[in-house]
Structures are given as C-alpha cells and as structure tokens.
C-alpha cells in the first residue's frame, strides 16, 4: 500500500467532492434546512454537461450549464418550500423525485460515456500531466474561485440576509427581510455548487449516471462533521476552506477501506460504516472531552 498515491487520489477527488460538501453547508448550515435536493441536482448537473460534451460542446460552458440547472433544480425546491408552505424535507424529497425523470430525459439514457471526449481534465492531460495532478489542479482551482465568490457573496446585504434568516427568522423578519426570497436564493446557490460537482465529478469519470446522486447528501454531511471536529467555530471563509479538508479526509479515509481488498459487492456497506463514523464524531470528541473533565476533578 504506497501511502503517497492514496493521499495523492483522495486529495484530487476530495477537492472535487468539496463542491458538493459547500452546496449542503449553505442549506444545512447557514439556512439550517435539511434539504434533500441534492441527491437530484448532482446527477442533472453531471447529465447536462455531459450531453453537451458528447454535443461538441466546450467543456467549460458545459459546466457552466450544469452550475445553472442545479440552480433551477434548487429555485423549484425553494418554490414548493417557501410559496406552497410544504415541509423541507418534503419538498426536497418531491423535487428530488422529479429531478429523476427530468436527467433521465436530458441524458437520453441511464448513462452517457464520455471516453475519448474534450473534457476540462483532459485538456491538461494533452499538456503532459497526469490525471491525478490535472483534476488536482482544475478541482483546486474551480473550488477555490467558488469558495472567493461565496465569501465576498455572504459579505454583501443580500448575502448577510440570507445568514441572518438562517440564524434567526423572526428577528430577520421583524427587521423586514424577506425571509422566503432568501431561502429561495440560498436553495439556487447551494444546489448550483451541488450540480457545478456532479459536473466536473462526470467530466472526471469519464461518464455521467442517472444514479449517481444516491447517497451524495450523507457524503457532503460527513464531510462537513469531519471539518467541524477539526477546526469547531472559526469564521465563515476558514469554515469554507476546511470543509476542503473534510472532503479530502473522508476521500482518504476511503481510500484506505478500500485497500483491504472489499469486494465490489460490500462496497457500500464499508461506505456506510465509514460514514457512521463520521457522523459520530461530534458525539465521541463530545464524550473525550467530558471524560476528561471529571478525570481532571
């Protein structure tokens, strides 16, 4: 086991993965909704730019594209939620489930391979790079430029609007800010980083699937619980940043799951079980911590 090319890959899938982590973080965090549309934003934002590319496309506007259906996909979540008053979770799983139906006729099929396509990784590869530096480099660029936008982004009044009705909704209100326009825009944001991953995350895969957004809720949480025990109530842009780190960690953590020869068929138990572990984290540090109180009495 050469512990090297397993940081290596789990650091250039981490800052892909990334993306999707900061979409959850918006809704899960900031609006401090559960919202469940991200399960059908990855796989339409990963289907458009994937059809675009086999179209002859360029790659950039096919992400492009893809940034922009999640942020439909999370305009129409934020609708149902705010103007038809039904439940997050509800409407998260309602678009979710329509999502499905809209990829499935975007892509044509359940799949769409991408082999020997012009993709934004493979225009480095043609440079001489490797596929693990290339997708380094474009993972780490893309997600530091959206990282840079979101910060300025959430320093503005709409942006501190949408913080403020996270934190508090009847003080938000009472001070007349639309609390709904800010839901909605926050569901348009987060589910555009969610779409702007399955994008690239396609793009690096080589195709795109209609079934690749199960699960990807769970990994964007567990990458944010990673984070948070790491580095706990530090200012937004740092919060940003490790949520990076927790994605690179979770990836790395993986990774070396997988080296004790899973087989394909318990793949997705070893990924449940890592997540668990994941997710227990806070629980477990919060335990160490009291632990080590009364052990100091």
Known sequence: MDILIIIQSAASQGVVWALLAIGVFITFRILDIADLTAEG???????????????????????????????????????????????ALLAGIITMTGLYSVTS???????????????????????????????????????????????LFFRTEIGLA??????????????????????IIGYMISNGCIALSGALIAQNNGF?????????????????????????????LFRLLSIVLGAVIYRFILAIVFEFNVQPADAKIASAIVLVICLSLPQLQGKIHLGQKKGAR
């Open 41 to 87: 934003s990855f796989p339409l934002g990963g289907g458009i730019a994937a059809v675009m590319i086999a179209n002859g496309q360029s790659p950039w506007l096919a992400t492009v594209a893809g940034f922009l259906g999640g942020v439909l996909a999370g305009l129409c979540s934020g609708f149902l939620h705010t103007k038809l008053k039904i439940p």
């Open 105 to 151: 006729r975007v892509m044509g099929g359940p799949n769409i391979p991408l082999l020997g396509e012009k993709t934004m990784f493979s225009i480095l590869q043609t440079a001489g790079l490797t596929k693990v530096n290339a997708t380094l480099i474009i993972g780490l660029l893309v997600t530091l430029l959206v990282i840079l936008l979101l910060f």
């Open 208 to 236: 795109a699937d209609l079934n690749s957004g199960v699960g990807t809720i769970v990994i964007g949480l567990a990458s944010i619980i990673i984070a948070e025990v790491i580095f706990a109530n530090k200012p937004l």
């Open 162 to 183: 949408i913080r403020a009705t996270g934190d508090n909704i009847e003080m938000s209100e009472a001070n007349g800010i639309n609390t709904d326009n800010m839901k």
